[in-house]
């Protein structure tokens, strides 16, 4: 089934990464930028939707990544490797912790480059400039979950079903 231009219709997302960890959030946010979350999915076409991160400088690492991690990169001459910690690339360009990890989980293809990658927002403070596209009143995607151990159901509350119903859950006796 095709589906055509015009059907297309792209979202705006707003993500509050202050205090959440760069690896969960970026499973969470490389899907909605391939459009993976629409019925109208298909891997050869854009249908992704746009992604406004702020607070990136406010991100965490889980263990000793801040001084272990290291992000490496060549300038092209001889000789050119660089590297810097995680602690240090924070300081200078937090936009591009998060970058990093979210187009990481991604192939490297034209549409990528050319389509996924602009639709990408990361800002560190709290301001953005799309306002007209995200007024003050949006909430933003909720957290990742930091474990699968805690308070945190994944929608299904202590129940597996409510009471009454015919389905026996967890919650439920017989």
Not at 77 to 106: F, H, S, T, V, W
Request: aromatic residues 8%; charged residues 25%.
């Amino acid at each position: 089934m095709s589906f055509p231009g015009r059907a297309l219709q792209r979202a705006w997302h707003l993500v509050d990464a202050k205090d959440q960890t760069v690896g969960r959030l970026a499973t969470v946010v490389a899907p909605i930028l391939r459009g993976k979350h629409k019925p109208t999915y298909a891997p050869h076409q854009d249908v992704g939707d746009y992604v406004v991160i702020v607070n990136a400088d406010k991100v965490q690492f889980t263990g000793n990544k801040w001084q272990d991690k290291l992000y490496r990169w060549h300038t092209g001459y001889p000789g050119g490797l660089k590297q810097r910690k995680a602690a240090d690339m924070l300081e200078r360009k937090p936009e591009e912790i998060l970058k990093k990890a979210i187009l990481g989980m991604m192939r490297r293809t034209n549409q990528r480059h050319k389509y996924i990658e602009p639709r990408l927002k990361i800002y560190a403070g709290e301001d953005h400039p799309h306002k007209a596209q995200l007024p003050d009143g949006v909430q933003g995607l909720p957290p990742h979950p930091r474990s699968r151990s805690g308070d945190h159901h994944f929608g299904l509350g202590d129940k597996y079903a409510s009471e009454g119903s015919y389905q026996k859950g967890a919650g439920q006796s017989d």
